[in-house]
């Protein structure tokens, strides 16, 4: 059975003949993106294939017309849509809700700043507070 080797989790998970990469950490525990469900719909699920490209299945048309709409390069995979036949190391971009609002922009809004489509940074609360600007000080060498 081949297994993925998978950052920042730093998880290696077995993965069965015909499950897909997302599947396979999902079972593992990990907490994989996958804002549509799997339905190649949304790119959250994105991995970059680190090692082990040869090892993946070519893209099924569905994620082929994900990957086009957002040129995606060939060793960025949606882990809904690809299954593998031999080990894989993969880095999963997408691990907080920043990097979720950008990938759901991507798709979603593209053209949009973050913020305009009521993503989740948003919000009247966010929008009326304020932050006291942060000043760096020079650090003060004391020569008595
Ligand atoms: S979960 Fe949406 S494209 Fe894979």
Known sequence: MPFLQVL?????????????????????????????????RCSTCRVVVLQGLENCLPRNAAEQELADKLNLPAEVRLACQTCVQGDV????????????????????????????????FSSPTSKTTRHSPRRCRPTTSSTS
Do not use: F, K, Y
Not at 32 to 39: E, F, K, L, N
Not at 89 to 109: G, S, T
């Open 89 to 120: 190391a993969l880095r999963r971009p997408i691990v907080d809700a920043l990097d979720l609002a950008m990938a759901r922009q991507e798709v979603e809004a593209p053209g949009q700043r973050l913020g305009e489509a009521g993503w989740p």
């Open 8 to 40: 920042p989790d730093q998880q290696t998970v077995p993965i069965a003949p015909g499950q897909s990469i997302l599947q396979a950490n999902l079972i593992a525990g990990i907490p994989h993106v996958h804002a549509c469900g799997g339905q190649a």
